[in-house]
Every structure is written in C-alpha cells, then in structure tokens.
C-alpha cells in the first residue's frame, strides 16, 4: 500500500469516519505487510485487534439503547420537580427561622434583672467590672515573658550595632588609602 493512501486512511480512522472496508484494508495492511518507518505504534494496535474477533452488536442492541433514552427522557422532568420542591422547601424554612428569631428576641429584649436602688445597681457593676478586670489581668501575665524576649533582642541589636561601628573606624583608614590611590591614577 502507498505511503500516502495509508496516511489518508489512518487520518480517516482516527477521525472515526472510516468504513469497516477500510478498516480491514489497514488492519490487513499492518498485519501482513511491510510497515514504513514511523509507523510502528499504529501496526501495534492494529495486530492487536486483529486477534480479536469482530463482534457485532447483538439483536435487538439499537431498541434497547433508545427504550434507555426515553426513560431518562421521562426521568428528568420529576428530577426537576424535586429540586423546585426542595427549593421552595429551603426558602419557607429560611423565612420560619427569621420570624421565631425575630418574635424570641423581643420578647427576651426587656432586661429581668434591674434594680430600683442606684446604690445595688453601681454594686453590681463593679463587681462586675472587677471580675472582668482580673480575667483581662490573668491573660497579660503570659505577655511578661514576652518583654523580657523584647529585651533581649534589643541588647542583642545593641552589640551588633557596636561591632558595626567599631568595624567602620578600624576600616576607615583602609577607605583613605583607596581613595588616595583613585586620586592618583587620575
């Protein structure tokens, strides 16, 4: 077979419109022929398939295939249905929750416990306020450990800062005598 007929061939299989004629002409090709150079890959495949017998679809295969399509067909519109129904379903339980939340917190909006004497009611809130005090007092006592960390990193940047400038003077003198040697070569 040319090189060419079979390139168009091969070009129709893998498009999936070739007949089963010409199917059997490259199977037949690259199972009993010589196989131009490049083509290995495909006389692979095609000696492959060729011990396999053809199969053709059992009786009655199309009407079964279409009896499937109608009953998906028939399927979908209560799929469909179900989703609107849980969608509605999701909004009018949205809504239930917004109107008791609504009617329980006004209800429960009227403070129970005041207090007719102004004396008992500052009571109250310093008691209160002294409580809360000592728990915000609790939570900072871990932060100590972090200013002495503080402290430590800033003693640290302090020597390093010391070293830096105690480098700059013993190399300044190094630095003039660059500087005298550029002016010399000008």
């Not at 009953?71 to 129904?85: F, N, T």
């Not at 915000?136 to 200013?147: D, E, I, K, S």
């Amino acid at each position: 077979m040319k090189e060419e007929l079979l390139r168009e061939l091969l070009e129709k299989y893998y498009d999936g419109s070739s007949s089963t004629d010409e199917e059997k002409l490259l199977r037949d090709h690259f199972c009993n022929g010589d196989v131009p150079e490049g083509y290995e890959a495909e006389k692979e495949i095609f000696s492959t398939w060729a011990s396999y017998p053809d199969a053709e679809p059992a009786e009655g295969f199309e009407l079964r295939i279409m009896s499937a399509i109608d009953r998906v067909e028939i399927v979908e519109p209560r799929k469909h249905a179900k989703l609107r129904i849980m969608a509605v379903s999701s909004i009018a339980a949205g809504l239930l929750i917004i109107f008791a939340s609504y009617f329980l917190l006004k209800q429960k909006a009227q403070p129970a416990d005041t207090f007719t004497d102004p004396r008992i009611a500052y009571a109250e809130t310093m008691k209160i306020l002294n409580e809360v005090s000592v728990k915000l007092n609790r939570g900072t006592a871990q932060l100590q450990t972090m200013n002495v960390i503080e402290k430590g990193a800033r003693s640290a940047v302090t020597t390093v800062g010391r070293s830096t400038s105690a480098m700059k003077k013993s190399l300044s003198p190094i630095g003039m005598v660059k500087m005298l040697e550029k002016q010399q070569e000008k």
